[in-house]
């Protein structure tokens, strides 16, 4: 008897060898179980998978984890094909997200629970806590007791497994299933269909008259491909009317060719119907498949987080088809218990308790930058410094605790062998795990390494020396004040005489523009004035004061020898630089002669500054901003920066991949918000003597009207309140005169006699008698 078709090589390495003999054969070969990528219908062309490709869950696993933002994982496998084979895939999709693979951790079959828990140790022993573990279902049950038991199921750490763990949820003991609680899960989506559920109805029956002792469970999917391609066989057998016979061939030393193998192949991935497990059609030979279902295992159950489709990424609910939206964004899911039972999404990597301390290469600097010192009790490193006081407070703001220890690069070795590039590589070859101090950030540094956000000033700039400058051409008197202050004050001339104008009745006859600026700028002198209104000119008067002290000491003041670094190049100066940083190579960038490029040290600056270029010194120093800080904090009224290129800063350096880095970079843009950035530079860099780091940078040589706003503010209003004052006098006066004048003229008509007295002053006798009095003009 002949066997004219194989179903059910259950395990890969099964499927390899028997779909070799299969292909010799000519007789197809079919599997519902066998997952790894190894096996394919370009290697084996009589080997049709009826269940999916490992390969096919890789991008729902990586859309996962770019999701949550984790940097690092670790695969967690058994040292077999099937557990072996998903890993290339993995890693290629994982890099393309930039996430690190920083190690593999592989089980061997035959492995012992003890010999589980020490490789569970070692990945304590690591600061990665993202989990994928890829393995058989009893190997996946092993693994989860023996990481309950050491304590990896906690708050913290992440799990997730693929469908080969996935799929077998729930034929699982209740105590495995505790253990996993937490995980998350990837498996294939089986739509739910009337079909589906009689089947499992009549499953759980058949199952339950078999095993009257067992609790009955609910058919895995295994149960499902299994049907699909027993019915797609028959089908395929139907269409090309050949007779499938069971037994052993009895030929002796050769394999015998099945005729109608070929045929049988090809009726076989034409087959098309909707299966229990989905739509059933084999694509060279392989199961396609729709989508995939995240779960999160919770308690003795799962619950539902979302789904992953080719076309559009994850989502809540199972979008159409047809949509093209992509989606790999955090919203789009729901919310996950993690380990712990928590619902705060862990970061991924943590220091570990029972790890070494993360080692912090420190390297001898200024000592304001960073000064390095041993423990002469303890033998240990010491460190202190702006970088040191930075990089400290940063660490004591991050959520969790990192402990760390300082160790000294270059000890012993003369400055000049001790280079930057060199230290910042130390933390490339894994010397150190973060590199402190006045690094500048660079391009070709950050090649090997990452670097946070700078913590100090970007920028490079010139150092040069300040020289008073008195201006005595003729247009000295326009220079010191701005157009729109200009204006201000001819408004200001003409707003007070217009005051005084108004206030002076007796010479309002005068009413030219001539006589209000006199009145402006002369009339305290004038003592034919009212006292409010010689007030009003006192103010007046002493604002212009004010303005003529202050442009006198604004024509006089300092100004930097060098603006532009392009005219040291035209006169063939000479130009310091702080030796053994990049600033030479950016001086020879700016196509200075190298001949005309000195080295200097920072103690150096002054000395080589006050020579000059034509006496062996030079003419600028170009140096980078936190350098020229420290050097004029200590000679504030001598030099002044001018600023030329922008740099990034100084930065502290950290391992490829680090998680570290956007957690410091967070503390330090914290840190920057505030005030205890500024604090920490004030402690290191300003020098009590030079407070006043504002009297280093050039400023404008004009003032404008900002500057003086407030004093013309109170003058205006001393002005007008003047007038308003002088205004309800002059109304209060002139209400009580007319007051009097009624008063005796009613008292002269209560006698009832005719009285002649000499008409007082500004009146006269009416013609009966009466007195009538004018009223008076109110003068001041």
């Not at 990089?391 to 300082?406: G, H, N, R, T, W």
């Not at 007008?720 to 004052?725: H, K, M």
Request: charged residues 15%; hydrophobic residues 40%.
């Amino acid at each position: 008897m002949t066997v004219e078709a194989i179903i059910g090589p259950q395990k890969s390495t099964q499927a390899i060898m028997v779909s070799q003999i299969g292909n010799k054969s000519q007789v197809p070969v079919i599997s519902f179980s066998a997952t790894s990528p190894t096996l394919s219908s370009l290697n084996v062309p009589y080997f049709a998978r009826a269940t999916i490709n490992d390969t096919t869950q890789v991008k729902t696993i990586t859309s996962l984890i770019k999701a949550y933002g984790w940097r690092e994982v670790v695969p967690i496998y058994e040292d077999t094909d099937f557990g072996r084979g998903i890993i290339p895939y993995l890693a290629d999709s994982l890099q393309e997200i930039d996430v690190q693979i920083p190690y593999h951790s592989f089980i061997s079959i035959s492995s012992t629970n003890d010999q589980i828990q020490k490789e569970l140790y070692k990945l304590q022993t690591m600061q990665t806590r993202v989990f994928i573990v890829h393995m058989s279902s009893s190997m996946g049950s092993a693994l989860f007791l023996n990481a309950k038991n050491v304590g990896m199921m906690s708050e913290g750490y992440v799990w997730i497994m693929t469908n080969g763990v996935t799929n077998m949820i729930d034929s699982f003991d209740s105590s495995v299933i505790r253990a996993m609680s937490g995980a998350l899960g990837v498996r294939l989506y089986v739509p739910e269909t009337e079909e589906l559920n009689n089947f499992t109805t009549r499953w759980k029956n058949r199952f339950q008259e078999n095993n009257p002792q067992e609790m009955s469970s609910e058919p895995s999917i295994y149960v499902f491909w299994a049907y699909d391609t027993i019915y797609a066989l028959a089908m395929a057998v139907e269409n090309v009317g050949v007779q499938i016979q069971s037994g052993n061939s009895t030929t002796s030393g050769h394999l015998p060719v099945f005729p109608n193998g070929p045929r049988l192949l090809q009726s076989l991935l034409h087959i098309k119907f909707p299966g229990l497990s989905g739509n059933f059609e084999l694509i060279d030979g392989q199961l396609q498949y729709s989508a995939f279902e995240i779960i999160n295992v919770i308690g003795q159950g799962i619950r539902h987080i979302g789904y992953w489709r080719e076309k559009q990424g994850l989502s809540k609910q199972l979008l159409d088809a047809d949509n093209n939206t992509y989606s790999t964004s955090l919203q789009d899911l729901n919310p996950v218990i993690w380990p712990g039972e928590t619902i705060i999404v862990p970061k991924g990597w943590a220091i570990p308790v029972s790890g070494r301390k993360l080692r912090v290469g420190v390297v001898s600097s200024f000592s304001e930058f960073i000064q390095v010192d041993k423990d002469p009790l303890t033998g240990a490193t010491k460190a202190s410094g702006y970088a040191v006081d930075v990089f400290e407070q940063a660490i004591k703001k991050l959520p969790y605790s990192v402990p760390f220890e300082y160790q000294h690069f270059g000890a012993g070795l003369p400055s000049t062998l001790v280079t930057y590039n060199d230290f910042v590589f130390q933390v490339y070859l894994g010397n150190y795990d973060v590199a402190i101090g006045d690094i500048t950030i660079r391009y070709n540094r950050m090649l090997y390494v990452d670097f946070s956000m700078p913590y100090t000033d970007s920028g490079v700039a010139m150092i040069v020396p300040v020289k008073k400058v008195e201006h005595k051409n003729a247009s000295i008197f326009f220079k010191p004040f701005s157009f729109y202050l200009w204006l201000a004050c001819i408004g200001f001339v003409i707003f007070t005489g217009i005051i005084i104008w108004i206030l002076e009745p007796k010479i309002r006859k005068s009413n030219h523009l001539g006589v209000i600026l006199q009145l402006s700028l002369f009339a305290y002198q004038r003592e034919d004035l009212h006292i409010y209104s010689r007030i009003v000119a006192i103010v007046s008067a002493g604002v212009l004061l004010i303005l003529l002290i202050s442009s006198m000491l604004t024509v006089q003041n300092l100004q930097p020898t060098v603006t532009d670094i392009n005219d040291l190049i035209k006169n063939g100066d000479y130009v310091g630089y702080e030796g053994g940083s990049f600033i030479e190579g950016l001086l020879l960038q700016h196509h200075f002669d190298k001949s005309k490029i000195r080295s200097l040290s920072l103690d150096n600056f002054a000395q080589a500054l006050d020579k000059g270029s034509a006496n062996g010194g030079v003419a600028a120093i170009v140096d980078e901003v936190p350098y020229i800080k420290l050097f004029l904090a200590k000679h504030c009224n001598l030099y002044t920066m001018i600023p030329i290129h922008k740099s990034e800063g100084f930065g502290f350096a950290f391992k490829k991949g680090s998680p570290l880095v956007s957690d410091i970079s967070q503390a330090i843009l914290n840190m920057s918000d505030g005030n205890e950035m500024m604090r920490i530079e004030k402690t290191w860099i300003e020098d009590q003597n030079c407070q006043d780091s504002s009297s280093n940078n050039v400023g404008s040589n004009s003032l404008n009207f900002h500057s003086f706003w407030e004093l013309f503010t109170l003058t205006g209003a001393i002005s007008i309140s003047l007038f308003v004052f002088a205004i309800i006098l002059r109304y209060q006066k002139s209400h009580k005169s007319t007051k009097v004048t009624h008063l005796e003229s009613g008292s002269s008509q209560e006698g009832n006699e005719t009285v002649n007295p000499s008409p007082p002053e500004g009146g006269h006798v009416s013609s009966n008698g009466t007195t009538v009095t004018r009223a008076r003009t109110c003068s001041w």
